[in-house]
């Protein structure tokens, strides 16, 4: 199903032009308008999911292998020796736009920098503790 009020469903769609890196009958993947790093892209469903909770498994379990093609092509073609997989859910995680996406992200030596989180420390208790919490919500 698409949402008429998404702007993902109609860039993913054809509705509206991007710049299109690659493209089945499941994806489009397009250009970041914003980019972290030249080439930085996005793969969007064709159909409207929020977020990653909501994504069809038989979609879901297409996703990897697209990101994987386009990072191929990106090192062969941009010269990047490697890309991370960025996927945001919620507000809280940095997603603003409420169609699931990823990012495929080209990484050059020398930078841009990227951020990335600064490792904590913690306890064998305390992970045994919230390991127990997120399995008994599974
Ligand atoms: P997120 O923060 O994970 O929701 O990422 C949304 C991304 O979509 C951002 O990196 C934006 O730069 C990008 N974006 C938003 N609107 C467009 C658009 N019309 N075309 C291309 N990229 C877009
Ligand atoms: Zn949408």
Redo the contacts with the bound molecule.
Sequence with gaps: MKDDSC?FCK?ANGEIP?ATVYEDEDFRV?????PASKGHA?LLPKEHFKDLCELDPEVAKKVLPVCAKVGAAMKKSLGCEGFNIVQ?NGEAA????FHF?V?IIPRYAGGPKIAAWTPGSETPEVLAKTAEQIRAAL
């Design positions: 702007i860039i991007s397009i250009l970041d308008m914003g996005l945001n940095g997603q603003t736009v996406h990012h």
